[in-house]
Nanobody, 124 residues
Framework: VQLVESGGGLAQTGGSLKLSCVTS????????IAWFRQAPGKEREGVSC????????YYAASVKGRFFISKDYGEETSWLQMNNLKPEDAAVYYC??????????????????WGKGTLVTVPS
């Protein structure tokens, strides 16, 4: 199984970025896809997830209303649209997959598959 993130980069405060997570080898329809982030010196935190099989979306309070997750079965890809970015959103963003449904963003210890991450920079 591979998860490959892309779309990170430099954004100004108030700007937008769209992250992509292309998967391979995953039973995509059976997997909850989550996005995590980790800033320097901080723990990895869950940002959002879209649960299998009902596609229920969950968001951390810090990003609700600004970030939007999506999942496409045909492309076996997930996206994280990030709007109105703030300096505190700067981090390495990771795509993650867990088989089965989830009622809420999973803890990082529950994750089965990880991508290598993509860096998002938002200068203060």
């Amino acid at each position: 199984v591979q998860l490959v993130e892309s779309g990170g980069g430099l954004a100004q405060t108030g700007g937008s970025l769209k992250l992509s997570c292309v998967t391979s080898g995953l039973h995509f329809r059976d997997a909850t896809i989550a996005w995590f982030r980790q800033a320097p010196g901080k723990e990895r935190e869950g940002v959002s997830c879209v649960s299998a099989p009902d596609l229920t979306e969950y968001y951390a309070a810090s990003v609700k209303g600004r970030f939007f997750i999506s999942k496409d079965y045909g492309e076996e890809t997930s996206w994280l649209q990030m709007n109105n970015l703030k300096p505190e959103d700067a981090a390495v963003y990771y795509c993650a997959a867990i088989y089965g449904s989830r009622r809420g963003i999973p803890h990082s210890s529950e994750v089965t598959f990880w991508g290598k991450g993509t860096l998002v920079t938002v200068p203060s």
